[in-house]
Nanobody, 122 residues
């Protein structure tokens, strides 16, 4: 069970920090990722992180603005989003899979949260 939080409405150029906490199982050995889905669009990869936090990947559209991190003691992954743009508006989902292989493919993930809305106004 994954629960995201931290979404909301922010002006362009602002920041938000999303959190995703797992309950019922530990995710300290799993890779974790953030995806997003805007209305009428397919779910797209945003960022992924290895179980140790030592390896991270980002989509080109968020590289340099977003940072993924994790705290295994809290069973939580974070997404720090800076310099937000209106095109970042979407529902953001966290997801879990065993390894980072095929990390951009949402069909490869085993568990998903319910999503949190992020809206960036211009």
């Amino acid at each position: 069970h994954l629960v995201e939080s931290g979404g909301g409405l922010v002006q362009a150029g602002g920041s938000l920090r999303l959190s995703c906490t797992a309950s019922g199982r530990t995710v300290s050995s799993d890779a974790m990722a953030w995806f997003r889905q805007a209305p009428g669009k397919e779910r797209e990869f945003v960022a992924a992180i290895s179980w140790s936090g030592g390896t991270t990947y980002y989509s080109e559209s968020v590289k340099g603005r977003f940072t993924i991190s994790r705290d295994n003691a809290k069973n939580t992954v974070y997404l720090q989003m800076n310099s937000l743009k209106p095109e970042d508006t979407a529902v953001y989902y966290c997801a879990v899979k065993y390894t980072l292989s095929y990390y951009t493919d949402y069909n490869r993930y085993d568990y998903w949260g319910q999503g949190t809305q992020v809206t960036v106004s211009s």
